[in-house]
């Protein structure tokens, strides 16, 4: 059973993966590579909590002991005693795979290992470990203390065993579970990004602006979120490092990015985290 679970990276998706788990009564161990980055990331989790009581949906007391089960940290010593370890850094494989291999020294042989990606081979991020039948990709998503969804992801060499007791996890934290298979994207990003890639197309080619794209989408589709507000979310880095997997890992291209989604992460415009995406968002 899995009670203690350690999370590496304090961003945006590690510290709303730290904050569901906390909530749920797990022990956290959130580690990042520098204090300043894991105080950011409890601070988020702090003010995400607040909020969560000024709207009368957690009291006060609850709040506190959230935040009293996680531990912060700079020292991934501290994850040793952990019954589970999600990776939930950058989503760039050579780092991904440095730092699995470099974990997997520190933690008990039992602990089960997770990825948070959102688009790479869960079968190659296995093979870099020292415990390839129990590791399992776990796609969150964000942010996560709101989204029902938690993607389960097999490699090739995941036991059923992992399967099973990653599912019991998605329950205790409150979130749905889907399986799918190891393939570029998995389930849900497949169709999302792709259509997100469309709306940078349409928007290169002039077909109708950022906010006509986002209303049709709305008001035509019904989606909650117009695809250039989404991406500008997600991030556009992030958007352009999965469109190059699915490029590379289908060898197809109708998979290729739109050469604006390029060119905006060249000048650094890269959504919310920048302030400057499709729509700007500095004060």
């Known amino acids: 059973m899995i009670e203690t679970v350690g999370i590496i990276g304090a961003g945006t ?43 009368e949906k957690m009291t006060a007391a609850d709040r506190e002991a959230t935040l009293a089960r996680i531990t912060a940290t700079t020292d991934k010593a501290k994850l040793t005693a952990c019954d589970l370890v999600i990776e939930a850094a950058t989503e760039n494989e050579e780092l991904k795979i440095k730092i699995l291999k470099d974990l997997c020294a520190t933690l008990k042989p039992s602990a089960l290992v997770a990825t948070n990606t959102s688009s790479i081979s869960i079968t190659r991020l296995a093979a870099a470990t020292d415990r390839p039948d129990r590791f399992i990709g776990m796609h969150f998503f964000n942010p996560v ?17 992992t399967v099973a007791k990653a599912e019991a996890f998605a329950k205790r934290v409150g979130k749905v579970a889907i399986t799918a298979k ?47 507000a989404l991406a500008d979310m ?19 291209p109708k998979y290729r990015a739109a050469p604006l989604l390029k060119e905006m992460v060249d000048a650094g415009h890269l959504g919310r985290k920048t302030g400057q995406g499709f729509y700007s968002y500095n004060k």
């Open 234 to 252: 997600i991030g556009l880095d992030t958007m352009l490092s999965v469109m190059e997997v699915f490029y590379t890992g289908f060898n197809d």
């Open 145 to 161: 203390p709101v989204m029902a969804l938690l993607e389960l992801i097999r490699g090739l060499q995941t036991s059923d065993d």
């Open 182 to 228: 190891n393939s570029p994207g998995f389930a849900v990003n497949r169709i999302l990004c792709p259509m997100i890639n469309e709306a940078i197309f349409a928007l290169q080619e002039g077909i109708a602006t950022a906010e006509e794209i986002d209303a049709g989408m709305k008001l035509g589709c019904n989606h909650p979120i117009g695809p250039l």
């Open 13 to 55: 998706m590690g510290n709303g993966i730290a904050q569901v788990c906390a909530a749920a009564g797990l022990g956290v161990t959130m580690v990042d590579i520098s204090d300043a980055a894991v105080q950011r990331g409890l601070k988020t989790v702090g003010a995400s909590l607040d909020r969560l009581v000024s709207k």
